[in-house]
């Protein structure tokens, strides 16, 4: 098993940045592929972005490419979401989720453990 913790939200004026972390528990940690959702009010959970447990293989949704970059530390049982060029409809509670294999998923069911979200609030 793994517990996730997100940290890193906040407010943010259009155009600036956030990075947010995501902090897993286990000596496992490099075992799992790792991804970031976001859920905005009254919207469907999303996928944003998602990382092979080596590191090597990323993949983004088309409407965060170029602009948010998904990285990990395994050595500090860390993931990371780098956002840039942060606009308003990137508004939403964000979530990283993990699944023990060796694919990255785009569907949050095909994830097994999720943490608590951390609010992003970009402002116009």
């Known amino acids: 098993q793994v517990q996730l913790v997100e940290s890193g939200g906040g407010l943010v004026l259009a155009g600036g940045s956030l990075r947010l972390s995501c902090a897993g528990s286990?000596?496992?940690?490099?075992?799992?592929?790792m991804a970031w959702f976001r859920q905005a009010p009254g919207k469907e959970r999303e996928f944003v972005a998602s990382?092979?447990?080596?590191?090597?293989?990323?993949y983004y949704a088309d409407s965060v490419k170029g602009r948010f970059a998904i990285s990990r530390d395994n050595a500090k049982n860390t993931v990371y979401l780098q956002m840039n060029s942060l606009q308003p409809e990137d508004t939403a509670v964000y979530y990283c989720?993990?699944?023990?294999?060796?694919?990255?998923?785009?569907?949050?069911?095909?994830?097994?453990?999720w943490g608590q979200g951390t609010q992003v609030t970009v402002s116009s």
């Open positions: 286990g000596r496992t940690f490099s075992r799992y592929a």
């Open positions: 990382i092979g447990w080596s590191g090597r293989f990323t």
């Open positions: 989720a993990a699944v023990a294999t060796t694919y990255t998923y785009t569907e949050p069911h095909e994830y097994d453990y």
